[in-house]
């Protein structure tokens, strides 16, 4: 029997981290087949527009300082591989977050239990209000970096959990959006502080995964004979290169979770404090079963 990880409930800095990795090593197996049945097209599709977009990129791109069509010998190709990359990444990274929340849903909900066919659904009705409050995420965030560096840090702590909260308050895009910015009163500097480390920690584990493309780019330059010569970088894009790179955005993209997952629990905590929702559902728990 699995122990059941009550999510309802305050957390203090650590145990939001220490939690987040323990309910991925408790919940690794069904959590990832749930993600497979339901992302798992759209995944295969973000990998098969990453490798193409690496194969034209590599194929279009020139160091030939000679050439009149410097640096890129046809605009449009790449730009049509780039947009097909971006589509196939926004539809895999909208249901991967899709369905890791709603699974995290489904989870509390019925204690450890987890409904794949309800969540499923869940995920389909919710499609557009997701993708648009991601698109929203992602606008305030973009806005926030072109200001100035200190707006990113106010804007990361709300957008982190406005998507938590469209799954688990039911709301729509726009009441989510401004719910987040309620949330984080009185607890903004620990919320940030606790995405500041998990994200440090992804950060280190994405660079040591990227470290076998990096030392194969660097061999097939000569970087370590000595003799880096730029004409090599006409060849770069061959067959392990592009499995490489594939197989590095993979692990990568999929460290994603752990993000999503920490930041269900940063959503409960701060719900917690501010509502007293958890705490609430069990004293009318503990009182119905007295009767």
Same mark, same amino acid.
């Given at each position: 029997?699995?122990?059941?990880?009550? %999510?309802?409930?305050?957390?203090?800095?650590?145990?939001?981290?220490?939690?987040?990795?323990?309910?991925?090593?408790?919940?690794?197996?069904?959590?990832?087949?749930?993600?497979?049945?339901?992302?798992?097209?759209?995944?295969?599709?973000?990998?098969?527009?990453?490798?193409?977009?690496?194969?034209?990129?590599?194929?279009?791109?020139?160091?030939?300082?000679?050439?009149?069509?410097?640096?890129?010998?046809?605009?449009?190709?790449?730009?049509?591989?780039?947009?097909?990359?971006?589509?196939?990444?926004?539809?895999?990274?909208? #249901?991967?977050?899709?369905?890791?929340?709603?699974?995290?849903? +489904?989870?509390?909900?019925?204690?450890?239990?987890?409904?794949?066919?309800?969540?499923?659904?869940?995920?389909?009705?919710?499609?557009?209000?997701?993708?648009?409050?991601?698109?929203?995420?992602? /606008?305030?965030? #973009?806005?926030?970096?072109?200001?100035?560096? /200190?707006?990113?840090?106010?804007?990361?702590?709300?957008?982190?959990?406005? %998507?938590?909260?469209?799954?688990?308050?039911?709301?729509?895009?726009?009441?989510?959006?401004?719910?987040?910015?309620?949330?984080?009163?009185?607890?903004?500097?620990?919320?940030?502080?606790?995405?500041?480390?998990?994200?440090?920690?992804? +950060?280190?584990?994405?660079?040591?995964?990227?470290?076998?493309?990096?030392?194969?780019?660097?061999?097939?330059?000569?970087?370590? +004979?000595?003799?880096?010569?730029?004409?090599?970088?006409?060849?770069?894009?061959?067959?392990?290169?592009?499995?490489?790179?594939?197989?590095?955005?993979?692990?990568?993209?999929?460290?994603?979770?752990?993000?999503?997952?920490?930041?269900?629990?940063?959503?409960?905590?701060?719900?917690?404090?501010?509502?007293?929702?958890?705490?609430?559902?069990?004293?009318?728990?503990?009182?119905?079963?007295?009767?």
């Amino acid at each position: 029997m699995k122990k059941f990880i009550e %999510l309802k409930k305050q957390r203090e800095f650590g145990d939001i981290l220490a939690d987040t990795f323990a309910f991925l090593r408790s919940e690794f197996k069904p959590l990832l087949k749930t993600i497979t049945n339901i992302a798992g097209p759209y995944i295969v599709l973000f990998l098969i527009a990453l490798v193409f977009y690496i194969y034209i990129v590599g194929d279009q791109f020139s160091f030939d300082l000679n050439s009149d069509v410097f640096p890129y010998q046809n605009p449009l190709a790449m730009v049509a591989a780039y947009l097909l990359y971006l589509v196939a990444a926004i539809l895999a990274y909208t #249901f991967t977050t899709s369905a890791t929340l709603f699974y995290i849903k +489904s989870y509390t909900d019925n204690q450890g239990q987890v409904d794949v066919n309800e969540i499923k659904q869940n995920v389909n009705k919710t499609f557009w209000s997701f993708l648009g409050l991601s698109f929203l995420k992602g /606008l305030t965030l #973009f806005v926030a970096v072109l200001i100035c560096c /200190l707006p990113v840090f106010y804007a990361i702590v709300p957008m982190a959990i406005v %998507l938590p909260i469209l799954v688990f308050k039911s709301m729509n895009a726009t009441d989510a959006y401004s719910e987040g910015f309620t949330l984080i009163k009185d607890e903004f500097w620990i919320t940030l502080a606790t995405l500041i480390v998990l994200y440090i920690i992804i +950060s280190v584990i994405g660079s040591i995964i990227a470290v076998p493309t990096v030392i194969y780019t660097w061999l097939k330059m000569g970087v370590f +004979s000595g003799e880096v010569d730029p004409s090599n970088l006409d060849s770069l894009v061959d067959p392990v290169y592009i499995f490489l790179n594939v197989l590095s955005s993979f692990f990568q993209y999929a460290l994603n979770i752990v993000v999503v997952v920490g930041s269900a629990f940063i959503y409960f905590n701060l719900n917690e404090r501010k509502h007293f929702s958890g705490t609430l559902e069990r004293i009318n728990t503990l009182g119905n079963s007295d009767n």
